[in-house]
């Protein structure tokens, strides 16, 4: 029945479908079936076994048999006036049968989502129940998806494009111990404006969320369609299954065991995974493009294949959208006199100042525009620099590219490496996915080459990150007082500082960091005065809510927050000069404090928060470790002893663990009515073998094990 | 383009709110005084004028029924610059809206109609498939304290009996609020006071021309607050139900709602338009009740078939929210809403041969009981009723692992309005034993070095097992080893579980039982020849139900119930137990609690009983409660303190 709300909260964002509860036509329901029936009834082997393996039926569900077709076909309408319609077809399907095994299973599929945009769009499917008769799905059910966010990936096809429009239906009849088996058929296109057109790449891991007996991918292009595909880690292979006006490849993949959750994990670049893209193209063996021949099922590129392509890519930046970003910057350039003043003011200031365009345009600048446009300036002022890839290292090996998308670009400027700038980053900066990577230098030229180099790692103290606390107790509500001044470096600094420059008034003074000008001056005075009376109200309601988020945050580290008193940002480290990030907080913590008749016992190691506590099966490693950057993290507690009170169990805050992957150093004394207690955690290599699990084990649980510890205040 | 005047440009887009609206003198004094009043609030309605004339008309299967239309007007008011907010109106199959517009002042200071549409989309609960609830809202900005929108629309209830509450507070705090109820002489309505009291809420009846005329007003009415724990809004908030009695048409009297038997009536109404074919249940009641051969077995088996076998997936679009589907629908299925679970359980039970009747009920949200009020907002449940021996038992579908005779938290002490053909019977469904929902966890530890090694042993009885089986049994079976190690640490990360063991979780009917080998560490601070353990390693310290400064809702706990803790730590021969701390014993009437340590030779045990007996803690009650969770937490920070002898 219906029960009555009063309060939803509503996003202006969501598409709505003006008519109400919209349900399919019987004619449209039987034109979905129609679409999809061969392809649900095809008799391929690996879809007529009912049966699992030995061994998986504790499983919540087994993929028995999951099959993904795609078809590309390029066709053209030849008009009598106007430019001819060009665009790429594509038909997906996917059939996917699945054994559930438990209520989790089930619930997991009790709703079923499918795309009805095309009228040639297909859906369709059937429970086998345990004696093996078959019920089909009641399409009669189904109804609009009105926010298409709602549709699980799971449904969504890999080569959909455009506006959709879902529909989804309640399975019946289905129970713990039945047989799901159903399949759609997706038709999408592709207008085609250029030459070329790339589709987006599929990372396709094979270990999947349920254990998979069989699954395939058939693709099948046409002429200028081309197919580039890399196996990693033991994965299958795409093999080639047909040729002539289609080319047909066709990747299997049987008996796979279902993803495993294990901290530290690389995913992409340790366990068994598949890749592939397809390109259309008018011309094989395009210089821009990474495609192969004709037919060619491209996985490798020589050198000089890679040396050409980059050259080629490289002069095709060229183009309007990055010209009149490099406009931009240098009429800003200009304006600041800029031009002609030493060069590494010069090449920070083009830094700084792409930043910043790029924020006041709220544009996400590509590795690739960042890089033409940062050349051209350093060509301007005769700087020499050189283009250089890599690849980000969470995604793939740079050996391994096979897709454009996945290059990384930057530049090298006076033995410095200056790479695709963000809202947050400063110059020199080297993001985490780069360091310690294979990169190349392009070689420009008529015809480019590349050659190889190794890009630095970040050491320790690049990426520090250090806390200095005062605490100390009240002693009537037992509740600690505590002021902690942090400083975040490199890569930790990166990861703390959108928390910490939420709500603050950083996007109209981005100028200041570059010593520019406030183009606020250039408006005619109502106009700057309006917008200036509207950013100090923007101000004004940032300092409300900041202290609102950071309490929130502070949450995730403290069980029990009980105010949150103050937040003082000290440094915002957007700055050449002091890219450190650095703020204070003030905040009352509860649940510290322990009683042993007029003693207390005091968890002050725990104000270092959040130590990674390893258990059970994940004490053993089945991969090695990516902790992604070196770093070392530092805690000084100055916690001020209780007047009346004396300190004791100091003893077990001593620890030195210390060792090829890490340590963890910590002491504690007295000093001057004061209990000083000082522990630093370091990660001392970013990737480490599986071997050394045992040995960073050690500082991970000694880290852990002193977080847990008290100290005693006994009475005097 | 000058670049540098595009950049600026951007800067100006970026932070563009230029105000449209304008502001009045009366808008400035309305948006002060409610500032003085709640100065948290960002904005205030000045102005809730709403307006509800009743008519008559046909209904369903052309039957005369009476019809409201309702004329609603809505001024707010910023309180402080910069106020977001979304004004939102529901509308379903049975009260339509119309002419919702958007006004804002204009330079005349006059409210001018603004040419956008409200934005519309699907107002859909989660957990329901389809119903036919959607929502049209606009978003408001307001830049600038003072600044006033008003919004204005009409509602049309083709039915009056879906026209039922008018609640005097909102999100946001009302300056004034006024309902207006124009009645035709020829219509009798009633009209429930609820929750006036404590409130200034002035009310008048005049006769107007040939309609009667109500009018109720309540000033500076305080916004509903989304807080944790919370019963609905109707325990709390004041509000009027609003029934049609009798009217009367021409010569024709028409009867609405004056009594329980016409509510009934109505529901059984609808009941009847299911067209259940029995017949087609008939092999699976008879697979499923194999070898049964008392009334209660034959009705366990039916019970737990349909808990374990119909999944929740609700279609609710107009009359079908009200109507089941039929038996044979859901059984073919496997899935539905309240109703049709209900359905399908009453006709398979009565092909069992026992005596069924599909039953209407509110859930603990509704704070009313059948006979106090005659309108449709005092039901929001389906459930089927078994007699047996006289004696009623009440089966919830939706309520998963639940056994044979024991009733969900929610349904308890509610009435029951049971189908019995032409008439009826009422029933309150009986409270569950409060001592039956019970965790009771053992726990015996000796100290070996820094670590305390044992046993524990878990044990649940009543709701609180069946509680932990509606959550185990939707776990990924693959996962739920590893979900009984983690239930079996009980929340303390430094507790490592080995061999753990169950009862059998298959059974819905014996209370749960996990237990497993333990070792603790971390407990135990030494400092010189000195032990400090805490031994309350799992201390419930109830910090979520800490009522804030202004919470406006009693605490709903969904459940009553008790927990028992019993912790027991031997020490060597040659160590003695000093500072044993004070026991602690609180009791009242909505929340208790007991503890005490006790040594015996070298062993200390620490017993604890919580109970939460009614499932709730009263606003009243606060300043008490508060005191108890601050006792509670001082008893919880004990530790054992252990010395050489």
């Known amino acids: 029945m219906k029960l009555s709300r009063f309060i939803l909260m509503l996003s202006a964002t969501l598409l709505f479908y003006a008519t109400s509860f919209a349900q399919l036509k019987e004619e449209q329901l039987n034109k979905l079936r129609l679409n999809v029936q061969s392809f649900l009834e095809d008799k391929d082997a690996d879809f007529t076994t009912n049966t699992i393996p030995t061994g998986w039926e504790e499983q919540s569900a087994v993929i028995i048999a999951q099959k993904t077709t795609m078809f590309f076909d390029q066709k053209t309408s030849f008009r009598l006036f106007g430019k001819s319609d060009r665009k790429v077809i594509i038909m997906e399907k996917e059939r996917r049968k699945i054994k559930l095994l438990d209520n989790s299973a089930v619930d997991a599929f009790s709703e079923l989502y499918f795309d009805v945009t095309d009228t040639e769009n297909g859906f369709d499917g059937k429970v086998i129940k345990a004696d093996g008769k078959e019920e089909k799905l009641d399409l009669n059910r189904a109804i609009v998806v009105e926010d298409n966010s709602d549709v699980p990936g799971l449904f969504r096809s890999y080569t959909q494009s455009g506006s959709k429009r879902y529909f989804k239906v309640p399975v019946n009849g289905l129970q713990p111990g039945d047989i799901l088996d159903y399949a759609y058929v997706a038709n999408n296109e592709a207008a085609l404006r250029d030459n070329y057109m790339e589709f987006v790449p599929v990372y396709y891991q094979c270990h999947r969320p349920y254990s998979t007996m069989k699954q395939e991918f058939e693709i099948k292009l046409d002429r200028n369609t081309f197919l580039c595909s890399k196996s990693m880690n033991g994965a299958p292979e795409f093999v080639e299954k047909e040729q002539g006006e289609f080319n047909v490849y066709s990747w299997q993949d049987r008996n796979r065991e279902k993803l495993k959750d294990q901290n530290f994990v690389n995913e992409y670049l340790l366990l068994p995974m598949m890749k592939f893209q397809i390109v259309f193209s008018s011309k094989e063996n395009a210089g821009n493009l990474f495609i192969g021949n004709r037919g060619e099922l491209k996985s490798n590129f020589t050198p000089e294949e890679y040396g050409k392509k980059l050259g080629t890519m490289y002069a095709t930046m060229n183009s309007s959208y990055n010209n009149a970003l490099l406009a931009q910057v240098k009429y800003h350039l200009k304006k600041m006199d800029a031009f002609g003043i030493k060069d590494d003011e010069f090449i920070k200031n083009c830094y700084y100042i792409i930043r910043h365009v790029c924020l006041m345009n709220d544009i996400e600048i590509s590795s690739g525009s960042f890089a033409y446009v940062f050349k051209k300036l350093m060509d301007d002022q005769k700087i020499p620099c050189n283009i250089m890839v890599t690849a980000a290292n969470n995604l793939t090996a740079l050996k391994d590219v096979i897709f454009r998308s996945e290059l990384e670009w930057f530049v090298k400027v006076k033995d410095k490496y200056v790479f695709v700038c963000n809202n947050m980053s400063n110059l020199y900066d080297m993001p985490t996915y780069t360091q310690g990577n294979t990169a190349y230098n392009l070689v420009l030229g008529k015809t480019a080459t590349i050659e190889p180099a190794t890009l630095p790692m970040a050491t320790i103290q690049d990426n520090g990150l250090e806390y200095v606390m005062e605490a100390s107790l009240d002693l009537t509500t037992e509740n600690l007082n505590v002021t902690s001044n942090q400083e975040y470096k490199g890569n930790s600094r990166d990861r703390q500082i959108y928390t910490a420059l939420m709500y603050e008034n950083y996007v109209p003074l981005d100028w200041k960091t570059y010593g520019g000008y406030d183009e606020l001056d250039e408006l005619p005075e109502p106009r700057r005065d309006a917008l200036n009376e509207r950013i100090s109200k923007y101000k004004k309601e940032g300092q409300r809510l900041k202290p609102l988020y950071m309490e929130k945050e502070l949450k995730r580290e403290y069980p029990e927050v009980i105010k949150y008193n103050a937040f003082r940002l000290l440094q915002d480290g957007r700055n050449f000069k002091k890219p450190e990030l650095k703020y204070s907080e003030d905040y009352q913590l509860g649940d510290f404090v322990r009683h042993a008749g007029k003693s207390l016992l005091v968890s002050i190691p725990s104000l270092a928060s959040h130590q990674l506590q390893i258990k059970g099966d994940e004490r053993t490693r089945q991969y090695d470790i990516d902790v992604r950057y070196a770093r070392q993290v530092k805690w000084t507690i100055n916690f001020a002893i209780p007047t009346g009170y004396n300190v004791l169990g100091l003893e077990d805050l001593q620890n030195k663990i210390d060792n090829e992957t890490g340590s963890f150093i910590s002491t504690a004394s007295i000093q001057g009515g004061k209990l000083v207690i000082v522990a630093t955690k370091t990660y001392k290599q970013p990737r480490i073998g599986k071997g050394s699990w045992p040995s960073m084990l050690q500082w991970i649980d000694a880290a852990y094990n002193f977080s847990q510890k008290k100290i005693l205040l006994r009475k005097i | ?645």
């Open chain 2, 1 to 645: 383009m000058n670049l540098s005047l595009k950049t600026a440009a951007t800067l100006a887009a970026f932070f563009s709110c230029i105000s449209v609206f304008g502001q009045t003198d009366d808008d400035f004094y309305a948006a002060g005084d409610m500032r003085r009043k709640f100065p948290d609030e960002r904005y205030a309605a000045s102005e809730v004028y709403e307006e509800y004339r009743f008519d008559k008309g046909k209904g369903l299967d052309g039957l005369p029924v009476a019809t409201v239309e309702g004329n609603t007007r809505n001024v707010f008011v910023a309180l402080k610059d910069l106020a977001y907010f979304q004004f939102y109106q529901f509308y379903n199959k049975f009260v339509s809206l119309k002419n919702f517009n958007y006004y804002y002042r204009n330079s005349r200071e006059q409210f001018k109609k603004a040419s956008i549409k409200p934005l519309d989309q699907a107002a859909t609960d989660d957990g329901i498939f389809l119903d036919d609830n959607r929502v049209k809202f606009y978003n408001v900005r307001l830049n600038e304290f003072g600044e006033a929108v008003k919004f204005e629309f009409n509602e049309l209830y083709a039915d009056s009996k879906y026209f039922t509450r008018l609640y005097f507070n909102g999100p946001y705090p009302i300056k004034d609020h006024q309902i207006k109820l124009i009645v035709p002489q020829w219509m009798d309505i009633e009209v429930k006071e609820m929750n006036f009291e404590g409130y200034k809420i002035q009310k008048g009846k005049t006769a107007e021309g040939k309609n009667n005329v109500y009018t109720y007003s309540l000033q500076n009415a305080e916004p509903f607050k989304g807080e944790p724990n919370a019963l609905g809004y109707a325990y709390t908030f004041p509000h009027i139900i609003v029934s049609v009695k009798s009217w009367t048409d021409g010569t024709q009297a028409n009867k609405g709602f004056q009594s329980v038997d016409d509510l009934y009536n109505w529901y059984n109404y609808l009941y009847k338009k299911c067209q259940n074919n029995p017949e087609t249940l008939k092999p699976v009641v008879t697979q499923v009740t194999a070898g049964k051969t008392t009334p209660e077995d034959k009705a366990k088996a039916i019970y737990y078939w349909v808990q374990d076998n119909i999944r929740y997936i609700a279609f609710e679009d107009g009359y079908a929210g009200f109507i089941p589907e039929t038996a044979q629908d859901v059984l073919k299925n496997k899935y539905s809403d309240c109703k049709g679970m209900a359905n399908l359980m009453t006709e398979m039970l009565k092909l069992a041969g026992l005596d069924a009747h599909l039953t209407w009920i509110g859930t603990k949200h509704i704070p009313y009981k059948h006979g106090e009020v005659n309108a449709l907002c005092i039901d929001n449940h389906c459930i089927s009723t078994l007699y047996i021996k006289g004696k009623p038992y009440f089966l919830d579908g939706t309520e998963k692992y639940i056994p044979f005779g024991e009733n969900a938290y929610r349904i308890q002490s509610k009435t029951a309005l049971v189908e019995k053909g032409v008439s009826h019977d009422l029933h309150t469904v009986p409270p569950a034993d409060k001592a039956a929902n019970k965790q009771f966890t053992k726990a015996t530890l000796s100290l070996s070095g820094n670590t305390l090694k044992g046993k524990v042993k878990v044990t649940m009885t009543g709701e609180e097992r069946t509680d932990f089986h509606q959550y185990y049994q939707t776990i990924p079976s693959d996962r739920q080893k590893e979900f009984i190690k983690d239930f079996l640490s009980l929340g303390n990360d430094n507790l490592d579980v080995k061999t753990p063991v169950t009862s059998n979780l298959k059974n819905r009917d014996i209370p749960v039982v996990l237990d497993g080998d333990i070792d603790l560490s971390n407990q135990v601070t030494t400092v010189g020849k000195e032990l400090f353990a805490s031994i309350d390693f799992f201390p419930k310290t109830l910090q979520s139900f800490t009522p804030k400064p202004n919470r406006q809702n009693d605490f709903d706990f969904s459940s009553a119930y008790t927990f028992e803790d019993e912790i027991e730590l031997s020490i060597p021969a040659t160590m003695k137990f000093v500072d044993i701390p004070e026991p602690l014993k609180i009791e009242a009437p909505d929340f208790t609690f007991s503890g005490a340590y006790t040594v015996t030779a070298n062993k200390i045990v620490l017993k604890k009983t919580m109970s939460i007996p009614t499932g709730r803690i009263r606003k009243k009650d606060f300043a008490a409660w508060g005191d108890f969770l601050t006792k509670l937490r001082n008893f919880n920070r004990n530790l054992v303190s252990i010395s050489p002898k």
